[in-house]
């Protein structure tokens, strides 16, 4: 009975040293690395990717609709988008810039879709802020940012998320909106303004 | 200069406001996505590994196949290209050409017309041998136009025994004498009548033989060599018989007959008549 017992757990720890040292060795590979390995087969590699990228996608998409069921959806949309072209990815690119290319698009794909009278309005966001119970232990000024950033127009929201959420660099931000690394220059300089003198305000 | 120094300022300002603006970022609350939609990601990302395409699980029979579509297609191709001149030269062939294939084709081919000889060379044969034994006086009076005959026509036979005629020869004539015997004419009038005239119709049956015989020629041309292998077993048999027969009716020619059956059929067995 011991000697069973004494075999099970020497196989129970034998299989949790191999997830750990496998999981070790995934952390230390790289974005592109692993998602060449999942565009592979390797559904693992997959795991360790959305554990890095979950939270900041996450939150890119609440923040710009700060609707949490309509950025679920976009969230779960731009996930699938992201496997259903796990074989166009070249690794030469970062797989950033590619991430957030893919959740740009859907974005802008969602806000196509919407008419006109449904359309984001700042007034709206700030209104549908988050959960007054939890207001109460966020301090005012966390809370007057999220306001000031809801209440950004689009394209600035959009640019300083962009850099806030994925910390990508101003010519990769432009890649992933289509637009020059000036425009973006600008639209950071504009949403940083604005949001200095909300603060101060 | 005012234009640089102001974008040099205008970075740095950025770059501060940036970095503040990131601190105060970061002690907002950190939103999650639900634990529910985290599985549901995972799933489908795994499902999407798992289940791959049928034909790419088998990716090596995919590519086995493929080449061998293509070398299959490309042979085709390739045999296609060789037989198109041949095509084209049947197309340009000329006019007489033509003809005479055409008449190859409607001929029978060289084993039915040999078996077609060999039945009627039986009957002939059959009919001679009813006519040595009904009329064993006659052989004596014709001896001479079988002389003649077998002279001249036993070399034709033995060297080209198809075009030659002399199968069809004989029985000609010995019908002829036999009904004049059986008629009851004088055999020593027929040997009278046969000293002239037997000379000169000869020579004309010789003629219209040979005038039957010409087409056959003409049109087997071109199946020559076919030709010279329908010498089958039947009709060498038919020469030993005409051998045999013409031992039987005295005359010493059957030795010259045979000497050249045997240069031209080393080997061949005899039958008793002649091995003795």
Known sequence: MYAKELLVNSQHALGDLIRIGYAAFMREISDEKLMQRYAKGDARAFDQLYARHRAPLYRYFIRQVNNPATANDLYQGAWEKIIKARHSFKPKAPFKVWMYRIAHNHLVDHFRRLRPEDSVEPDTLTNTGPDPSKGAIENEQNELLRAGISSLPVDQRNTLLLKLESGLKM????????????????????AVNYLKRSLVE | ??????????????????????????????????????????????????????????????????????????????????????????????????????NADKKQSPVMR????????????????????????????????????????????????????????????????????????????????????????????????????????????????????????????????????????????????????KENHPGYPLPKELSD
């Not at chain 2, 603006?21 to 985290?38: R, V």
């Not at chain 2, 790419?56 to 001149?85: C, D, K, Y």
């Open chain 2, 114 to 261: 040999a078996s077609e000889q060999d039945m009627e060379l039986k009957e002939e044969r059959g009919k001679r041998l009813d006519a040595n034994q009904a009329a064993p006086v006659a052989t004596e009076p014709q001896s001479a136009a079988v002389e003649i005959t077998i002279d001249e026509q036993a070399e034709e036979a033995v060297t080209d025994p198809l075009n030659s005629g002399y199968a069809t020869k004989i029985p000609q004539t010995k019908p002829d004498s036999i009904d004049k015997d059986l008629s009851g004419n004088e055999p020593v009038l027929e040997e009278q009548l046969l000293g002239d005239t037997a000379l000169a119709d000869d020579v004309a049956e010789r003629e219209v033989i040979s005038k039957q015989a010409e087409p056959a020629t003409v049109t087997i041309g071109l199946t020559g060599e076919i030709d010279n292998l329908a010498e089958t077993d039947a009709e060498i048999e038919q020469q030993l018989q005409e051998i045999i027969l013409l031992k039987q009716s005295g005359d010493e020619a059957w030795k010259i007959a045979l000497e050249r059956f």
């Open chain 1, 171 to 190: 010519e990769e931000i432009a890649r992933v909106t289509g637009v020059g690394r000036e425009t973006v220059k600008s639209r950071l300089r504009y």
């Open chain 2, 1 to 102: 200069m005012n234009s640089v120094h102001n974008n040099g300022e205008n970075d740095k300002s950025l770059d501060e406001g940036m970095k503040k603006l990131d601190q105060a970022y970061t002690q907002l609350s950190d939103e999650q996505p639900p634990e529910l939609l985290d599985q549901a990601i995972l799933n489908r990302a795994h499902r999407a590994v798992e289940n791959k395409p049928h034909w790419m699980q088998f990716g090596w029979l995919h590519g086995l196949t493929t080449t061998a579509v293509v070398v299959l297609a490309i042979s085709l191709f390739l045999n296609q290209r060789e037989q198109l001149p041949d095509f084209e030269n049947d197309i340009q062939m000329s006019e007489p050409g033509r003809l005479r294939l055409e």
